[in-house]
């Protein structure tokens, strides 16, 4: 049996105890206050339930105080036993007094129904309660016990667990150890590879610059060599085109110079004509007049070498001056 079963068997002690207790106690009070009406001063009979009362409340300190100390596994002493015994005998005597001094024993037997199943219920509760208490004492004994022998057994597998974790701890850190001690055999390993690789990569590297270098100086000396050729090709085509542009310039002026010679002696053939004695053809009238006009001759001089009219030599004038003007801007723009 469980803790709960028997604190649930405690309190159906308890309970019906205490019911049989109000029980006995409410039929004491009705049983005995109108004997202690009769023989009660007439003045006083309200003191009647006084003593039913003084009775009954002895009884419960009894049944209470006995339950406590049951409980808590201890014991009273005479006294408790006395006082029990007393308070029982009395509330069986006042209850069946009034029956037994009217000789009535049937009387008697009925109203000793409650004071003794009070006396036999207090004692019998008294028994349980003590026995209760044995059981749960013996009960919290073997619960101590097992939780002992619990706690003895989780020691010792927490000790046994603790070993093991200890035992894996240095297992572990010797693992540990050993995985350093490799990692750093690798890295040096690794250190020593990488410090080979990168002394190959400089000779290497050096070795290409030297050769780039070497490339490049060759490149710089071939193409210093081509920019002197250059320049000197250049040089040539440059007095190249000097001697020609002076050669061209030269043949210039004197095709220049011939025309100029030819258009003198055309200019002066025609001014040399004297005055028209009838009208020139157009174009030789243009000739004569662009001679006259380069001759600065005016415009009636210029009239009567043709035999065109004034107007008509004023306009080819006009024309002349503004073909002069134009070729004297476009020369400036130049």
């Not at 001094?101 to 349980?128: C, M, N, Q, S």
């Not at 020609?244 to 220049?256: F, I, K, L």
């Not at 100029?260 to 243009?286: F, H, M, N, S, V």
């Not at 600065?296 to 080819?316: D, F, K, P």
Request: hydrophobic letters at 40%; proline letters at 2%.
């Amino acid at each position: 049996m469980n803790s709960v079963q028997i604190r649930s068997a405690e309190k159906a002690l308890s309970v019906g105890t205490w019911l049989i207790v109000a029980g006995a106690m409410l039929f004491s009070i009705l049983t005995v206050t109108p004997l202690m009406a009769k023989h009660t001063h007439e003045d006083w009979k309200w003191t009647a339930p006084i003593l039913p009362l003084v009775v009954d409340a002895a009884v419960v300190i009894v049944v209470r105080l006995d339950a406590v100390l049951a409980r808590l596994g201890g014991h009273g002493g005479r006294w408790p036993v006395v006082l029990r015994w007393m308070t029982g005998c009395m509330t069986l005597a006042l209850n069946v007094a009034d029956s037994a001094l009217k000789k009535d024993l049937v009387g008697v037997a009925v109203h000793a129904v409650a004071p003794l199943l009070l006396i036999v219920t207090a004692e019998t509760g008294l028994a349980y309660r003590q026995a209760i208490t044995a059981a749960l004492a013996a009960q919290e004994a073997r619960q101590k016990a097992e939780r002992a022998e619990r706690e003895q057994a989780a020691t010792a597998q927490r000790e046994a667990a603790e070993r093991r974790a200890r035992e894996e701890r240095e297992h572990a850190a010797t693992l540990v150890r050993e995985q350093r001690e490799h990692e750093a055999r690798l890295a040096r390993e690794q250190t020593e590879r990488e410090e080979a690789s990168r002394r190959e990569e400089r000779e290497r590297a050096e070795a290409r610059e030297r050769a780039e270098r070497e490339a490049r100086e060759r490149r710089e000396r071939e193409r210093e060599q081509q920019q002197v050729e250059r320049e000197r090709l250049e040089r040539e085509a440059a007095e190249r085109r000097v001697a020609e542009r002076r050669e061209r310039e030269a043949r210039e002026r004197r095709e220049q110079a011939e025309r100029q010679e030819r258009t003198e002696r055309e200019r002066a053939a025609l001014l040399a004509a004297g005055p028209a004695t009838e009208k020139q053809p157009e174009e030789q009238a243009r000739a004569t007049v662009r001679a006259a006009f380069e001759a600065g001759l005016s415009v009636r001089a210029a009239a009567e070498l043709t035999g065109w009219s004034i107007g008509w030599i004023s306009t080819r004038y006009q024309e002349l001056r503004d073909h002069s003007t134009t070729r004297a801007l476009e020369g400036a723009n130049q």
